[in-house]
């Protein structure tokens, strides 16, 4: 069993794909290095990451795969998936080795693998910039915290910065203690372990009671579907609407 040890990047996993094909290794497992538990029933594989490597491999999946394969092989690596790291590999893998684009080749495991992760991640933004619920500070900066399952508040960032027009807005993701910090022209993101010091502005009390009888007036409750509202409305994101907090 071969397990190759990267950086969780995309240039890690461009440098895993160069050294597989440089020394004809294929890994079992591929691991990021920062949290990776060491085993006893396997050979243990660092890759170094080269920005000439992982140039060099970029340019030929561009080739091969297409203008937007390095993107989705981005997307794929947001996921929350012990196994994505893996998936990413072997769909950059199959690529290179076919020499041309895979996206619809779903029976090679390798491309459902890949792109069954991808649309999960892709699905939860999608879900995400509806569910998300800002609010004003004293200084006019829009602020929304969330817990997703999956690394997104990246891709959903773009989203905000085109709907809010130049307003100033932060997404902050509470679970890896990560921050997209808009202006409203540009983004900018950051890690911190430091609680949001966030003051309300006077007029959210009255939005939020807004948002409440709204809330109220759309349930029938002799026609409540407790499992088709978790379905649509997942309980993991409602807790941070504030039109369902008592």
Same mark, same amino acid.
């Given at each position: 069993?071969?397990?190759?040890?990267?950086?969780?990047?995309?240039? %890690?996993?461009?440098?895993?794909?160069?050294?597989?094909?440089?020394?004809?290794?294929?890994?079992?497992?591929?691991?990021?290095?920062?949290?990776?538990?060491? =085993?006893?029933?396997?050979?243990?594989?660092?890759?170094?990451?080269?920005?000439?490597?992982?140039?060099?491999?970029?340019?030929?999946?561009?080739?091969?795969?297409?203008?937007?394969?390095?993107?989705?092989?981005?997307?794929?690596?947001?996921?929350?998936?012990h196994s994505a790291l893996l998936h990413a590999f072997?769909?950059?893998?199959?690529?290179?080795?076919?020499?041309?684009?895979?996206?619809?080749?779903?029976?090679?495991?390798?491309?459902?693998?890949?792109?069954?992760?991808?649309?999960?991640?892709?699905?939860?933004?999608?879900?995400l910039t509806g569910m998300i619920r800002f609010r004003?500070?004293?200084?006019?900066?829009?602020?929304?915290?969330?817990?997703?399952?999956?690394?997104?508040?990246?891709?959903?960032?773009?989203?905000?910065?085109? =709907?809010? %027009? =130049?307003?100033?807005?932060?997404?902050?993701?509470?679970?890896?203690?990560?921050?997209?910090?808009?202006? %409203?022209?540009?983004?900018?993101?950051?890690?911190?372990? @430091?609680?949001?010091?966030?003051?309300?502005?006077?007029?959210?009390?009255?939005?939020?009671?807004?948002?409440?009888?709204? #809330? %109220?007036?759309?349930?029938?409750?002799?026609?409540?579907?407790?499992? @088709?509202?978790?379905?649509?409305?997942?309980? =993991?994101?409602?807790? #941070?609407?504030?039109?369902?907090?008592?």
């Amino acid at each position: 069993m071969k397990i190759f040890t990267i950086e969780n990047h995309i240039n %890690g996993i461009l440098c895993a794909l160069y050294l597989s094909f440089t020394e004809k290794i294929i890994p079992d497992f591929v691991e990021d290095i920062s949290t990776f538990q060491p =085993r006893f029933d396997g050979a243990i594989i660092n890759v170094n990451t080269n920005t000439a490597n992982s140039e060099r491999v970029k340019t030929a999946l561009y080739k091969y795969g297409g203008s937007d394969i390095i993107y989705q092989m981005k997307i794929c690596l947001m996921s929350k998936e012990h196994s994505a790291l893996l998936h990413a590999f072997n769909y950059g893998y199959a690529t290179l080795k076919y020499r041309t684009d895979i996206s619809n080749m779903l029976s090679e495991k390798a491309v459902s693998d890949f792109s069954y992760t991808v649309q999960k991640v892709l699905h939860e933004r999608h879900i995400l910039t509806g569910m998300i619920r800002f609010r004003e500070s004293i200084n006019g900066v829009l602020y929304a915290k969330f817990s997703p399952d999956n690394d997104v508040v990246s891709l959903i960032a773009p989203h905000f910065l085109k =709907r809010l %027009g =130049r307003t100033p807005f932060i997404l902050h993701d509470l679970s890896r203690n990560k921050i997209c910090i808009s202006d %409203g022209a540009t983004i900018k993101t950051v890690f911190t372990n @430091l609680p949001a010091n966030f003051t309300p502005a006077e007029k959210e009390s009255g939005i939020s009671e807004l948002w409440k009888k709204y #809330y %109220g007036s759309v349930n029938i409750k002799e026609r409540k579907n407790q499992r @088709l509202q978790d379905n649509f409305f997942p309980r =993991r994101y409602r807790k #941070y609407c504030y039109e369902t907090w008592e």
